[in-house]
């Protein structure tokens, strides 16, 4: 079955500063990659997607990049804040499964 | 409501009572998603419904676990027999469909005592 593996589990980087947190998947069938954020105290929010038929997708200070062949995909924030900081969580999915397969999170700690 | 909404938020139970968790997820949504988070930790697959079909049961972590939905809307988790182990955050989510964006509720944090 699928399986996907987050890294790292925990970045702390300086206000100003990108942070990226890269994901891998083992079914090449996967073809939906959804990124959420969780704040302390609530529910993962969608921040963005991607499905396989494009590369890279950017909305204002965040984007995501796709390697079909390599089977990754990367979460990448620019210009940090200290609203930033919350734990992320990667999944995949195959369009004829509904089951989106979770990464184990990462802790993204902006320091001021 | 304008987003998915679980209840209660907060539930402390004695050791082998039962407990009904509650979700109500936003009009029209069609698929309905139980996880479970434990401290620190990602998300647990419990259950997945389709309507109030449930095509897959098998993220139940035992048969003190059982969950049903009915009209294609609310949802309730329940959990007999109450571990401690069982102590964690109770998160539902909805979609439109299966693969389009899931809306979280806040989660019920279950503390069993």
Redesign the interface.
Same mark, same amino acid.
């Given at each position: 079955g699928e399986n996907v593996e987050q890294h790292p589990s925990t970045l702390s980087v300086q206000e100003g500063d990108s942070a990226v947190i890269k994901c891998t998947y083992s079914d090449s069938a996967s073809n939906y990659f959804p990124w959420y954020k969780q704040e302390l105290g609530k529910g993962p929010q969608l921040i963005i997607d991607i499905r396989s038929n494009v590369g890279e997708k950017k909305d204002q200070r965040i984007a995501v990049t796709l390697n079909k062949t390599a089977k990754h995909f990367s979460l990448h924030i620019t210009e940090t804040q200290p609203e930033d900081s919350a734990v992320y969580f990667c999944a995949a999915s195959i369009s004829s499964n509904y089951q989106l397969i979770w990464g184990a999170g990462t802790k993204l700690i902006i320091k001021p | 409501g304008a987003g998915?909404s679980q209840s209660p938020s907060n539930k402390v139970t004695e050791k082998g009572k039962d407990v009904e968790l509650r979700c109500d997820p936003i009009s029209g949504h069609t *698929?309905l998603y139980w996880y479970r988070q434990s401290l620190g +930790? &990602? =998300?647990e697959?419990l259950i997945?419904f +389709?309507g109030n079909s449930a095509?897959?049961k098998s993220g139940l972590p035992s048969d003190r676990f059982s969950a049903e939905r009915t009209g294609g809307s609310v949802s309730t988790l329940t959990i007999q027999r109450t571990q401690q182990e069982d102590s964690a955050v109770y =998160?539902c *989510?909805s979609s439109w469909d299966?693969?389009t964006? *899931?809306?979280? &509720? +806040? &989660?019920t944090r279950l503390t069993v005592v």
């Open positions: - | 998915v *698929a +930790q &990602g =998300l697959f997945y +389709q095509p897959d =998160l *989510a299966m693969n964006e *899931a809306f979280f &509720g +806040q &989660g």
